[in-house]
């Protein structure tokens, strides 16, 4: 199963990545309002990373994750004008150039077909990101599967390709891929996040896998895509009934209500309860 074909609005607010505006001064501690799982042409999405772009900066967003599957927004990247998947259609292909004008793409006809050059993250930057208001964060979603179960995680702050590590079990994979994104983090010296993607997508990670690994900190806890289950099923948990039973005594924080609010679950290990709905919103639970 593939993940989503088009952006994803899912809100995450971090408030420990130093953002590059203050880089080099002392951090002022503060919310930042961001997306850290889009997907754009650069995989499975359907639009330009541009309109991506325009979007969360034109709604009050303070930095994007392009996390496109398995890729990072570098070198030479050309995609199909047509209306199968993973290529760009027409429709929106006229939208664009309304938009942004004709100089804005870059097209080019080799046998009869026609082909969209994708820009890179660095030409992204050049073209959206503004001090103090919005900026890019390099990114990607590690996407690998055990069997026929997705497991993905997004991780950012790096630039260098984290490719998925394959495991001999889901745990296993979780482990792997935690481990990678540290040594990314150890090697470049830089903060890395790394969380783990809509759990109960396929139905591919039990809260007890995540309580079993360590160093797996964060996971998206809601996303506006139909297939993640959000709110499990009538056997099944929801991801709110996740992050309790995975994390029972961890405080984590949420991006409902707004101002942000934090939350103390109570401790002690419970198997989870009955499905509950989580509340509406989007957030990234954290472990302390
Ligand atoms: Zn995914």
Known sequence: MRDTARPMFVLVLVSFLALPWVAGTPVERRWYK???????????????????????KSHGYHFLVLSDHNVVQQGE?????GTARGELAPDRLERFVERFGPGAVTLREQGGVREVRLRTLAELRAAFEEKGKFIFIAGEEITDTFGKLPIHHNSMNHTELIRPTGGTSVQDI???????????ARKTGKPVLVHLNHPNFGWAVTAEDIARVKGERFFEVYKGHRGVRNYGDAERPGTEAIWDYAWPS????????????????TTGRRRPGPPRRAAAGSGCARRR
């Open 34 to 56: 961001g997306n850290t799982h889009t997907h754009t042409l650069w995989s499975d999405g359907d639009a330009l990373p541009e309109v991506a772009a325009e979007w969360y």
């Open 77 to 81: 990247a050309w995609r199909k004008i």
């Open 174 to 184: 979780l482990e792997r891929t935690v481990r990678a994104v540290e040594e990314v």
């Open 250 to 265: 961890w405080g984590a924080t949420s991006s409902t209500p707004w101002p942000p609010t934090t939350r103390t679950t």
